[in-house]
Protein backbone atom coordinates (compact mmCIF):
# COMPACT_ATOMS: atom_id res chain seq x y z
CA UNK A 1 0.00 0.00 0.00
CA UNK A 2 2.63 2.67 0.66
CA UNK A 3 4.44 1.54 -2.75
CA UNK A 4 1.19 1.85 -4.04
CA UNK A 5 0.03 5.53 -2.76
CA UNK A 6 4.06 6.37 -3.60
CA UNK A 7 4.18 5.42 -7.01
CA UNK A 8 0.48 7.66 -7.42
CA UNK A 9 1.97 10.44 -5.99
CA UNK A 10 5.32 10.49 -8.20
CA UNK A 11 3.04 10.20 -11.52
CA UNK A 12 0.61 13.19 -10.04
CA UNK A 13 3.44 15.27 -9.68
CA UNK A 14 5.10 14.19 -13.25
CA UNK A 15 1.50 15.69 -14.71
CA UNK A 16 2.67 18.68 -13.00
CA UNK A 17 5.48 20.77 -14.75
CA UNK A 18 6.08 23.26 -11.77
CA UNK A 19 6.76 20.36 -9.57
CA UNK A 20 10.24 19.56 -11.44
CA UNK A 21 10.40 15.91 -10.39
CA UNK A 22 12.55 14.00 -12.27
CA UNK A 23 11.47 11.59 -15.14
CA UNK A 24 12.60 8.05 -15.48
CA UNK A 25 16.18 7.80 -15.49
CA UNK A 26 17.06 11.20 -13.98
CA UNK A 27 17.42 12.63 -10.49
CA UNK A 28 18.08 15.56 -9.23
CA UNK A 29 22.01 15.91 -7.73
CA UNK A 30 23.72 18.76 -6.22
CA UNK A 31 26.96 18.91 -7.77
CA UNK A 32 29.18 21.96 -6.10
CA UNK A 33 32.13 21.94 -8.91
CA UNK A 34 31.91 22.08 -12.64
CA UNK A 35 34.86 21.50 -15.09
CA UNK A 36 34.62 23.80 -17.85
CA UNK A 37 36.33 22.25 -21.06
CA UNK A 38 36.85 23.29 -24.89
CA UNK A 39 35.32 20.89 -27.66
CA UNK A 40 38.79 20.40 -28.08
CA UNK A 41 39.65 18.71 -24.87
CA UNK A 42 41.01 21.62 -22.77
CA UNK A 43 40.77 22.59 -19.41
CA UNK A 44 39.73 25.85 -19.10
CA UNK A 45 38.56 26.48 -15.33
CA UNK A 46 36.30 25.17 -12.46
CA UNK A 47 33.22 26.65 -11.77
CA UNK A 48 31.78 26.79 -8.04
CA UNK A 49 28.45 26.11 -7.59
CA UNK A 50 27.61 27.33 -4.02
CA UNK A 51 25.87 29.88 -2.45
CA UNK A 52 26.24 31.37 0.78
CA UNK A 53 28.60 30.63 3.91
CA UNK A 54 29.78 28.24 6.40
CA UNK A 55 26.79 26.09 7.59
CA UNK A 56 24.28 28.17 5.29
CA UNK A 57 26.21 27.63 1.89
CA UNK A 58 23.86 26.05 -0.37
CA UNK A 59 24.53 23.81 -3.33
CA UNK A 60 23.12 24.01 -6.92
CA UNK A 61 20.88 21.08 -8.17
CA UNK A 62 21.12 19.39 -11.90
CA UNK A 63 19.12 17.10 -12.94
CA UNK A 64 21.93 14.07 -14.13
CA UNK A 65 21.19 10.19 -15.22
CA UNK A 66 20.54 8.33 -12.24
CA UNK A 67 23.12 7.30 -10.54
CA UNK A 68 24.42 4.00 -9.36
CA UNK A 69 23.91 1.94 -6.24
CA UNK A 70 27.10 0.65 -5.44
CA UNK A 71 28.87 -1.12 -2.12
CA UNK A 72 32.18 -2.47 -3.03
CA UNK A 73 31.46 -3.32 -6.62
CA UNK A 74 33.09 -0.65 -8.92
CA UNK A 75 30.01 1.21 -11.30
CA UNK A 76 30.30 4.87 -12.66
CA UNK A 77 27.67 7.41 -13.03
CA UNK A 78 27.34 8.82 -16.29
CA UNK A 79 29.31 12.21 -17.37
CA UNK A 80 28.88 12.83 -13.39
CA UNK A 81 30.34 11.32 -10.27
CA UNK A 82 33.09 12.12 -7.40
CA UNK A 83 36.53 13.41 -8.34
CA UNK A 84 38.00 9.81 -7.93
CA UNK A 85 35.63 8.32 -10.66
CA UNK A 86 35.12 11.41 -12.90
CA UNK A 87 38.95 12.41 -12.91
CA UNK A 88 41.35 9.80 -11.76
CA UNK A 89 42.15 11.66 -8.03
CA UNK A 90 43.05 9.83 -5.13
CA UNK A 91 42.13 11.79 -2.52
CA UNK A 92 41.49 8.51 0.04
CA UNK A 93 44.66 6.14 -0.82
CA UNK A 94 41.93 3.78 -2.90
CA UNK A 95 43.95 0.90 -5.06
CA UNK A 96 41.64 0.63 -7.55
CA UNK A 97 41.00 4.24 -8.65
CA UNK A 98 42.37 3.57 -11.92
CA UNK A 99 39.72 1.05 -12.10
CA UNK A 100 37.13 3.18 -11.07
CA UNK A 101 38.30 6.04 -13.64
CA UNK A 102 38.62 3.55 -16.80
CA UNK A 103 34.95 2.39 -15.70
CA UNK A 104 34.13 6.13 -15.94
CA UNK A 105 35.26 6.64 -19.25
CA UNK A 106 34.36 3.50 -20.57
CA UNK A 107 30.42 4.00 -19.79
CA UNK A 108 30.27 7.23 -21.98
CA UNK A 109 32.22 5.43 -24.10
CA UNK A 110 29.25 2.44 -24.44
CA UNK A 111 26.71 5.28 -24.79
CA UNK A 112 27.92 7.65 -26.99
CA UNK A 113 25.74 5.68 -29.91
CA UNK A 114 22.77 6.99 -27.52
CA UNK A 115 23.08 10.96 -27.46
CA UNK A 116 20.79 13.12 -30.06
CA UNK A 117 24.15 14.94 -29.93
CA UNK A 118 27.57 13.43 -29.35
CA UNK A 119 29.51 16.20 -29.24
CA UNK A 120 29.85 17.50 -26.12
CA UNK A 121 30.49 13.72 -24.45
CA UNK A 122 33.66 13.04 -27.13
CA UNK A 123 34.91 16.44 -25.90
CA UNK A 124 34.74 14.98 -22.12
CA UNK A 125 36.82 11.98 -23.39
CA UNK A 126 39.41 13.91 -25.14
CA UNK A 127 39.81 16.11 -22.14
CA UNK A 128 40.11 12.60 -19.90
CA UNK A 129 42.16 11.58 -22.69
CA UNK A 130 45.10 14.22 -22.44
CA UNK A 131 46.08 13.53 -18.20
CA UNK A 132 43.50 15.79 -16.73
CA UNK A 133 44.70 16.34 -12.96
CA UNK A 134 47.79 17.32 -14.58
CA UNK A 135 45.65 20.35 -16.47
CA UNK A 136 44.21 21.52 -13.52
CA UNK A 137 47.31 21.54 -11.44
CA UNK A 138 49.24 23.62 -14.05
CA UNK A 139 46.33 26.22 -13.75
CA UNK A 140 47.24 28.24 -10.52
CA UNK A 141 43.66 30.09 -10.99
CA UNK A 142 41.96 27.20 -9.80
CA UNK A 143 44.13 25.80 -6.93
CA UNK A 144 42.20 26.84 -4.11
CA UNK A 145 38.71 25.20 -6.08
CA UNK A 146 40.24 22.10 -6.84
CA UNK A 147 42.00 22.02 -3.14
CA UNK A 148 38.67 21.99 -1.45
CA UNK A 149 37.21 19.39 -4.20
CA UNK A 150 40.26 17.13 -3.82
CA UNK A 151 40.22 17.00 -0.36
CA UNK A 152 36.03 16.29 0.07
CA UNK A 153 36.23 14.14 -3.09
CA UNK A 154 33.15 15.97 -4.51
CA UNK A 155 30.57 15.63 -7.26
CA UNK A 156 31.83 17.12 -10.26
CA UNK A 157 30.19 17.38 -13.73
CA UNK A 158 31.28 18.97 -17.38
CA UNK A 159 30.83 22.27 -19.13
CA UNK A 160 31.51 22.73 -22.72
CA UNK A 161 33.30 26.21 -23.24
CA UNK A 162 31.18 28.61 -25.21
CA UNK A 163 28.01 26.83 -25.48
CA UNK A 164 25.34 28.36 -23.53
CA UNK A 165 24.11 25.31 -21.84
CA UNK A 166 24.23 25.86 -17.61
CA UNK A 167 25.37 21.94 -17.69
CA UNK A 168 26.74 19.75 -20.24
CA UNK A 169 23.44 18.00 -19.41
CA UNK A 170 21.45 20.67 -21.49
CA UNK A 171 23.07 19.62 -24.69
CA UNK A 172 22.13 16.24 -24.25
CA UNK A 173 18.86 14.27 -24.75
CA UNK A 174 19.51 10.93 -22.86
CA UNK A 175 17.74 8.21 -25.13
CA UNK A 176 16.79 4.50 -23.11
CA UNK A 177 20.50 3.45 -22.44
CA UNK A 178 21.10 -0.01 -22.44
CA UNK A 179 21.84 -1.27 -18.92
CA UNK A 180 21.91 -4.74 -19.46
CA UNK A 181 18.81 -6.11 -18.28
CA UNK A 182 18.59 -9.67 -16.26
CA UNK A 183 15.55 -10.68 -18.32
CA UNK A 184 13.83 -11.35 -15.28
CA UNK A 185 9.96 -10.58 -16.11
CA UNK A 186 7.59 -10.64 -13.61
CA UNK A 187 4.08 -9.11 -12.38
CA UNK A 188 5.30 -5.74 -10.16
CA UNK A 189 3.72 -6.20 -6.40
CA UNK A 190 2.84 -1.61 -7.19
CA UNK A 191 1.72 -1.73 -10.69
CA UNK A 192 0.20 -5.42 -11.24
CA UNK A 193 1.66 -5.34 -14.77
CA UNK A 194 4.77 -7.38 -16.43
CA UNK A 195 8.30 -5.47 -15.95
CA UNK A 196 11.92 -6.12 -15.59
CA UNK A 197 12.19 -6.73 -11.70
CA UNK A 198 14.37 -4.57 -10.21
CA UNK A 199 17.62 -6.14 -8.10
CA UNK A 200 18.60 -3.15 -6.22
CA UNK A 201 16.03 -0.27 -5.57
CA UNK A 202 17.92 3.75 -5.59
CA UNK A 203 19.13 4.59 -1.97
CA UNK A 204 16.94 6.46 0.09
CA UNK A 205 18.70 9.85 1.59
CA UNK A 206 17.31 12.95 4.05
CA UNK A 207 16.05 10.60 6.84
CA UNK A 208 17.14 12.19 10.21
CA UNK A 209 19.54 10.36 11.38
CA UNK A 210 20.69 7.44 8.44
CA UNK A 211 23.26 7.25 6.69
CA UNK A 212 24.68 10.53 4.37
CA UNK A 213 24.99 8.01 1.45
CA UNK A 214 21.75 6.99 1.86
CA UNK A 215 19.58 3.37 2.60
CA UNK A 216 17.06 1.24 1.38
CA UNK A 217 13.27 0.71 2.14
CA UNK A 218 13.53 -3.05 0.81
CA UNK A 219 16.16 -4.69 0.54
CA UNK A 220 17.30 -8.72 0.90
CA UNK A 221 21.20 -9.20 1.55
CA UNK A 222 21.13 -12.19 3.99
CA UNK A 223 20.27 -16.21 3.02
CA UNK A 224 17.89 -15.85 6.17
CA UNK A 225 15.95 -12.92 3.95
CA UNK A 226 15.92 -14.42 0.78
CA UNK A 227 13.50 -17.98 -0.72
CA UNK A 228 13.93 -20.32 -3.49
CA UNK A 229 16.72 -19.08 -4.30
CA UNK A 230 15.89 -15.95 -5.36
CA UNK A 231 18.19 -12.64 -5.12
CA UNK A 232 17.91 -9.14 -3.18
CA UNK A 233 14.78 -7.74 -4.45
CA UNK A 234 13.74 -10.60 -6.43
CA UNK A 235 12.37 -12.24 -3.51
CA UNK A 236 9.38 -8.79 -3.63
CA UNK A 237 9.47 -8.44 -7.40
CA UNK A 238 8.63 -4.93 -7.90
CA UNK A 239 9.25 -3.32 -11.56
CA UNK A 240 11.93 -1.04 -12.76
CA UNK A 241 9.63 1.82 -13.55
CA UNK A 242 7.76 1.33 -10.08
CA UNK A 243 11.05 1.11 -7.70
CA UNK A 244 12.55 4.16 -9.84
CA UNK A 245 8.90 5.87 -8.66
CA UNK A 246 8.41 5.23 -5.64
CA UNK A 247 12.43 6.04 -4.93
CA UNK A 248 12.29 9.35 -6.23
CA UNK A 249 8.70 10.35 -4.76
CA UNK A 250 10.84 9.50 -1.60
CA UNK A 251 13.91 11.25 -2.18
CA UNK A 252 12.03 14.40 -3.57
CA UNK A 253 9.65 14.90 -0.47
CA UNK A 254 12.96 14.13 1.62
CA UNK A 255 15.06 16.83 -0.07
CA UNK A 256 16.49 19.71 1.58
CA UNK A 257 13.56 22.37 0.78
CA UNK A 258 10.73 19.63 0.52
CA UNK A 259 7.71 21.50 2.10
CA UNK A 260 5.93 17.66 2.37
CA UNK A 261 8.46 16.34 5.28
CA UNK A 262 8.85 17.44 9.21
CA UNK A 263 10.46 16.02 12.20
CA UNK A 264 9.26 14.65 15.14
CA UNK A 265 12.41 13.81 17.65
CA UNK A 266 13.93 10.74 16.11
CA UNK A 267 11.50 10.32 13.44
CA UNK A 268 11.05 12.20 9.88
CA UNK A 269 7.33 12.59 9.07
CA UNK A 270 5.96 12.72 5.47
CA UNK A 271 2.80 13.98 4.19
CA UNK A 272 1.15 14.46 0.77
CA UNK A 273 -2.74 14.53 0.00
CA UNK A 274 -4.55 12.89 -3.46
CA UNK A 275 -5.28 15.82 -4.78
CA UNK A 276 -5.21 19.36 -4.45
CA UNK A 277 -9.39 20.72 -2.30
CA UNK A 278 -10.89 22.30 -4.79
CA UNK A 279 -11.96 24.71 -1.98
CA UNK A 280 -8.67 26.51 -1.96
CA UNK A 281 -7.87 24.91 1.68
CA UNK A 282 -4.49 23.57 1.80
CA UNK A 283 -4.47 21.21 4.87
CA UNK A 284 -0.92 19.69 3.32
CA UNK A 285 0.44 23.40 3.77
CA UNK A 286 -0.75 23.82 7.41
CA UNK A 287 0.28 20.06 8.32
CA UNK A 288 4.09 20.96 9.48
CA UNK A 289 3.09 23.80 11.57
CA UNK A 290 0.39 21.84 13.59
CA UNK A 291 3.25 19.28 14.14
CA UNK A 292 6.62 20.94 14.13
CA UNK A 293 8.21 24.44 15.84
CA UNK A 294 7.03 27.69 13.84
CA UNK A 295 9.88 28.62 11.88
CA UNK A 296 11.84 31.60 13.89
CA UNK A 297 11.48 34.33 11.46
CA UNK A 298 7.94 33.65 11.82
CA UNK A 299 6.71 32.48 15.40
CA UNK A 300 3.32 32.66 15.15
CA UNK A 301 2.67 30.28 12.08
CA UNK A 302 2.02 27.10 13.99
CA UNK A 303 -1.17 29.55 15.71
CA UNK A 304 -2.33 30.22 12.11
CA UNK A 305 -1.85 26.88 10.62
CA UNK A 306 -4.17 25.58 13.80
CA UNK A 307 -7.01 28.74 13.54
CA UNK A 308 -6.77 27.84 10.15
CA UNK A 309 -7.48 24.14 10.23
CA UNK A 310 -10.69 25.41 13.16
CA UNK A 311 -11.64 27.56 9.85
CA UNK A 312 -11.38 25.35 7.08
CA UNK A 313 -14.10 22.67 9.34
CA UNK A 314 -16.26 24.86 10.86
CA UNK A 315 -17.22 27.14 7.71
CA UNK A 316 -17.01 24.20 5.25
CA UNK A 317 -14.03 25.04 3.39
CA UNK A 318 -12.89 21.69 4.16
CA UNK A 319 -16.51 19.84 3.29
CA UNK A 320 -17.71 16.79 5.66
CA UNK A 321 -18.26 14.82 1.79
CA UNK A 322 -15.10 15.33 0.37
CA UNK A 323 -13.41 12.18 -0.70
CA UNK A 324 -9.90 13.48 -0.80
CA UNK A 325 -7.43 11.49 0.83
CA UNK A 326 -4.28 11.91 2.95
CA UNK A 327 -1.40 9.85 3.92
CA UNK A 328 1.22 10.47 6.64
CA UNK A 329 4.47 8.24 6.66
CA UNK A 330 6.94 8.41 9.46
CA UNK A 331 10.57 6.81 8.75
CA UNK A 332 13.34 6.16 11.04
CA UNK A 333 16.88 4.90 10.96
CA UNK A 334 17.72 1.50 11.15
CA UNK A 335 21.47 0.96 10.45
CA UNK A 336 21.61 0.23 6.57
CA UNK A 337 18.12 0.37 6.00
CA UNK A 338 14.95 2.47 6.66
CA UNK A 339 12.40 1.31 9.37
CA UNK A 340 8.64 2.57 8.93
CA UNK A 341 7.38 3.51 12.45
CA UNK A 342 3.64 4.15 11.21
CA UNK A 343 1.62 4.65 8.19
CA UNK A 344 -1.70 6.37 8.17
CA UNK A 345 -4.19 7.04 5.54
CA UNK A 346 -7.50 8.44 5.51
CA UNK A 347 -9.93 11.32 4.67
CA UNK A 348 -8.76 14.66 5.03
CA UNK A 349 -11.54 15.95 6.39
CA UNK A 350 -10.99 13.31 9.03
CA UNK A 351 -7.29 13.56 9.59
CA UNK A 352 -8.55 17.25 10.22
CA UNK A 353 -11.56 16.56 13.23
CA UNK A 354 -9.08 14.32 14.95
CA UNK A 355 -5.97 16.65 14.98
CA UNK A 356 -8.66 19.38 16.35
CA UNK A 357 -9.62 17.41 19.19
CA UNK A 358 -6.31 17.10 20.07
CA UNK A 359 -5.68 20.86 20.23
CA UNK A 360 -8.98 20.49 22.42
CA UNK A 361 -7.91 17.85 24.64
CA UNK A 362 -4.26 19.74 25.77
CA UNK A 363 -5.97 22.68 26.21
CA UNK A 364 -5.42 24.44 29.96
CA UNK A 365 -5.63 27.78 30.97
CA UNK A 366 -2.14 30.09 30.61
CA UNK A 367 -1.06 33.46 31.02
CA UNK A 368 -2.91 35.51 27.97
CA UNK A 369 0.68 36.60 26.97
CA UNK A 370 1.18 32.77 25.75
CA UNK A 371 0.35 31.71 21.99
CA UNK A 372 -2.82 29.92 22.06
CA UNK A 373 -2.21 27.07 20.90
CA UNK A 374 1.50 24.65 21.56
CA UNK A 375 3.04 22.64 18.78
CA UNK A 376 3.07 18.94 18.86
CA UNK A 377 7.10 19.21 19.04
CA UNK A 378 6.63 22.09 21.84
CA UNK A 379 4.48 19.32 24.06
CA UNK A 380 7.35 16.56 23.19
CA UNK A 381 9.76 18.76 24.33
CA UNK A 382 8.06 19.83 27.75
CA UNK A 383 8.95 15.79 28.70
CA UNK A 384 12.71 16.24 27.97
CA UNK A 385 15.55 16.53 29.95
CA UNK A 386 16.91 19.92 29.11
CA UNK A 387 13.80 20.61 26.76
CA UNK A 388 15.68 18.83 23.70
CA UNK A 389 14.29 16.42 21.03
CA UNK A 390 17.03 14.08 20.97
CA UNK A 391 16.54 13.28 25.08
CA UNK A 392 13.27 11.22 24.18
CA UNK A 393 12.70 8.39 24.48
CA UNK A 394 12.71 6.18 21.51
CA UNK A 395 9.16 5.64 19.81
CA UNK A 396 7.43 8.16 21.80
CA UNK A 397 6.69 10.78 19.46
CA UNK A 398 5.84 8.84 16.92
CA UNK A 399 3.12 6.54 18.72
CA UNK A 400 2.09 10.36 20.15
CA UNK A 401 1.60 11.38 16.44
CA UNK A 402 -0.40 8.18 15.91
CA UNK A 403 -2.45 8.91 18.78
CA UNK A 404 -3.28 11.95 17.48
CA UNK A 405 -4.51 10.55 13.90
CA UNK A 406 -6.35 7.86 15.21
CA UNK A 407 -7.89 9.68 17.95
CA UNK A 408 -6.69 7.01 20.18
CA UNK A 409 -5.22 7.00 23.70
CA UNK A 410 -1.84 8.97 24.47
CA UNK A 411 0.77 6.20 24.84
CA UNK A 412 0.95 5.48 29.07
CA UNK A 413 5.04 6.24 28.44
CA UNK A 414 4.11 10.02 27.36
CA UNK A 415 2.19 10.34 30.81
CA UNK A 416 5.38 8.37 32.74
CA UNK A 417 7.80 10.30 31.19
CA UNK A 418 5.43 13.79 31.85
CA UNK A 419 5.21 12.68 35.76
CA UNK A 420 9.11 11.32 35.81
CA UNK A 421 10.07 15.31 34.64
CA UNK A 422 7.70 16.86 36.96
CA UNK A 423 9.27 15.17 39.59
CA UNK A 424 12.79 15.98 38.68
CA UNK A 425 12.31 19.69 38.36
CA UNK A 426 9.30 20.23 40.76
CA UNK A 427 7.68 22.25 37.71
CA UNK A 428 4.10 21.42 36.19
CA UNK A 429 4.25 24.26 33.52
CA UNK A 430 1.71 24.49 31.05
CA UNK A 431 2.54 21.82 28.23
CA UNK A 432 3.23 19.45 31.10
CA UNK A 433 -0.40 20.27 32.66
CA UNK A 434 -1.66 20.08 28.83
CA UNK A 435 -0.40 16.13 28.27
CA UNK A 436 -1.71 14.93 31.96
CA UNK A 437 -5.07 16.63 30.98
CA UNK A 438 -5.02 15.19 27.60
CA UNK A 439 -3.83 11.80 28.92
CA UNK A 440 -6.53 10.95 31.84
CA UNK A 441 -9.21 12.44 29.42
CA UNK A 442 -8.80 10.30 26.95
CA UNK A 443 -8.31 7.22 29.17
CA UNK A 444 -11.13 7.83 31.67
CA UNK A 445 -13.30 5.27 30.21
CA UNK A 446 -11.31 2.71 31.39
CA UNK A 447 -10.15 4.22 34.99
CA UNK A 448 -11.31 3.70 37.90
CA UNK A 449 -11.48 7.78 38.11
CA UNK A 450 -14.02 9.03 35.96
CA UNK A 451 -14.11 12.80 36.53
CA UNK A 452 -13.51 14.83 33.53
CA UNK A 453 -10.24 17.52 33.90
CA UNK A 454 -11.58 20.82 32.64
CA UNK A 455 -9.69 23.70 30.66
CA UNK A 456 -9.39 25.56 33.77
CA UNK A 457 -9.69 25.59 37.72
CA UNK A 458 -12.80 23.16 38.38
CA UNK A 459 -14.20 23.58 42.29
CA UNK A 460 -16.67 21.10 41.74
CA UNK A 461 -13.92 18.22 41.21
CA UNK A 462 -14.10 15.83 44.35
CA UNK A 463 -11.05 13.45 42.79
CA UNK A 464 -8.90 13.58 46.03
CA UNK A 465 -5.68 13.55 43.77
CA UNK A 466 -6.76 16.69 42.23
CA UNK A 467 -7.76 18.67 45.51
CA UNK A 468 -4.22 17.38 47.18
CA UNK A 469 -2.40 19.14 44.08
CA UNK A 470 -4.39 22.51 44.93
CA UNK A 471 -4.35 21.99 48.38
CA UNK A 472 -0.58 22.19 48.06
CA UNK A 473 -0.97 24.74 45.65
CA UNK A 474 -2.53 26.71 48.32
CA UNK A 475 0.07 26.85 50.74
CA UNK A 476 2.90 27.30 48.16
CA UNK A 477 1.16 30.56 47.88
CA UNK A 478 0.36 31.30 51.65
CA UNK A 479 4.66 30.59 52.51
CA UNK A 480 5.06 33.25 48.99
CA UNK A 481 3.16 35.95 50.60
CA UNK A 482 4.50 35.26 53.94
CA UNK A 483 8.43 35.47 52.79
CA UNK A 484 8.51 38.24 49.69
CA UNK A 485 11.54 36.91 47.83
CA UNK A 486 11.76 33.75 49.55
CA UNK A 487 14.50 31.47 47.14
CA UNK A 488 12.86 27.94 48.17
CA UNK A 489 9.53 27.28 48.44
CA UNK A 490 7.60 23.83 49.52
CA UNK A 491 7.47 23.11 46.06
CA UNK A 492 11.14 22.68 45.72
CA UNK A 493 11.92 21.02 48.89
CA UNK A 494 8.78 18.42 48.96
CA UNK A 495 6.80 18.37 45.63
CA UNK A 496 7.51 14.92 45.22
CA UNK A 497 6.49 12.94 48.21
CA UNK A 498 3.24 15.31 48.38
CA UNK A 499 2.76 14.05 44.93
CA UNK A 500 3.27 10.60 45.78
CA UNK A 501 3.17 9.59 49.39
CA UNK A 502 1.08 12.58 51.08
CA UNK A 503 0.55 11.20 54.27
CA UNK A 504 4.40 11.80 55.11
CA UNK A 505 3.95 15.21 53.81
CA UNK A 506 1.00 16.73 54.09
CA UNK A 507 0.60 17.14 58.37
CA UNK A 508 3.99 18.42 58.52
CA UNK A 509 2.49 21.11 55.93
CA UNK A 510 -0.57 21.75 57.21
CA UNK A 511 1.18 22.80 60.60
CA UNK A 512 3.70 25.16 58.42
CA UNK A 513 0.25 26.81 56.78
CA UNK A 514 -0.78 28.01 59.78
CA UNK A 515 2.85 29.76 61.02
CA UNK A 516 2.84 31.04 57.11
CA UNK A 517 -0.98 32.60 57.36
CA UNK A 518 -0.31 34.14 60.76
CA UNK A 519 2.50 36.14 59.06
CA UNK A 520 0.12 37.87 56.93
CA UNK A 521 -0.25 41.20 57.45
CA UNK A 522 -3.66 41.41 56.19
CA UNK A 523 -6.66 40.39 57.97
CA UNK A 524 -8.71 39.61 55.21
CA UNK A 525 -5.87 37.78 52.93
CA UNK A 526 -5.48 35.45 55.97
CA UNK A 527 -9.31 34.52 55.75
CA UNK A 528 -9.31 34.04 51.95
CA UNK A 529 -6.78 31.43 52.41
CA UNK A 530 -8.14 29.55 55.08
CA UNK A 531 -11.57 30.07 53.42
CA UNK A 532 -9.87 28.11 50.40
CA UNK A 533 -8.38 25.36 52.46
CA UNK A 534 -11.66 24.91 54.16
CA UNK A 535 -13.39 23.90 50.77
CA UNK A 536 -10.60 22.13 49.62
CA UNK A 537 -10.44 19.74 52.65
CA UNK A 538 -14.14 19.33 52.48
CA UNK A 539 -13.87 16.31 50.43
CA UNK A 540 -10.78 14.98 51.74
CA UNK A 541 -11.06 12.17 54.61
CA UNK A 542 -7.68 11.01 55.03
CA UNK A 543 -4.51 11.50 53.04
CA UNK A 544 -3.91 8.33 50.86
CA UNK A 545 -0.44 6.34 52.22
CA UNK A 546 0.53 6.30 47.88
CA UNK A 547 -1.01 7.64 45.03
CA UNK A 548 -0.87 5.74 41.62
CA UNK A 549 0.22 7.37 38.71
CA UNK A 550 -2.71 8.37 37.64
CA UNK A 551 -3.18 9.78 40.89
CA UNK A 552 -0.29 12.21 40.77
CA UNK A 553 -1.56 12.93 37.34
CA UNK A 554 -4.54 14.70 38.75
CA UNK A 555 -2.67 16.03 41.85
CA UNK A 556 -0.74 18.21 38.97
CA UNK A 557 -3.46 19.21 37.28
CA UNK A 558 -4.94 20.20 40.67
CA UNK A 559 -1.49 21.88 41.31
CA UNK A 560 -1.59 23.90 38.05
CA UNK A 561 -5.02 24.77 38.07
CA UNK A 562 -4.69 26.87 41.51
CA UNK A 563 -1.62 28.70 40.67
CA UNK A 564 -3.28 29.70 37.37
CA UNK A 565 -6.31 30.68 38.97
CA UNK A 566 -4.30 32.75 41.84
CA UNK A 567 -3.28 35.02 38.86
CA UNK A 568 -6.62 35.44 37.24
CA UNK A 569 -8.81 38.78 38.34
CA UNK A 570 -11.86 38.43 40.10
CA UNK A 571 -13.56 39.95 37.22
CA UNK A 572 -12.64 37.33 33.79
CA UNK A 573 -13.32 34.69 36.91
Not at 159 to 170: E, H, P, T, V
Not at 328 to 344: E, G, H, K, T
Not at 431 to 443: D, M, T, V, Y
Amino acid sequence: MILQELYDYYQRKMAEPESKIAADGWEWKEIPFIIVIDEEGGFRSIQDNREGENKQRTTKKFLVPQSEKRTASIKANLLWDNVEYALGANPRDRSDVKLRHQAFKDRISKNIQNFDDPKPAMAVLKFLSQDPLRQISNNALVADLWKEAFSTNAFVTFKIWGLANSSIFDGIKLKNEVNGKNGNEQICLVTGEKDQVARLHASIKGVMKSQSSGAALSSFNLPAFCSYGKRQNENAPIGEKAAFAYTTALNAMLGRDSKNKTNAADATILFWSKQSESTGYDFEEDFPWIVADSPKDDPDRGVLAVKSLYDAVYSGRLPSDSDNRFFVLALAPNSARIAVRFWREGKVRDFAEKILKHFEDVSITHSPREQEYVSLARLLRSTALAYKMENIPPNIASSVISSVLDGTPYPRTLLQQCIRRIRAESSVTRERAGILKACLNRQRDKSAQKEVLQVSLDRANTNVAYRLGRLFAVMEKAQEEANPGINATIRDRFYGAASSSPVAVFPQLLKLKNHHIAKLANPGRRVNLEKEIGEIMEEITKFPGHMSLDEQAYFAVGYYHQRQDFFISKNNK
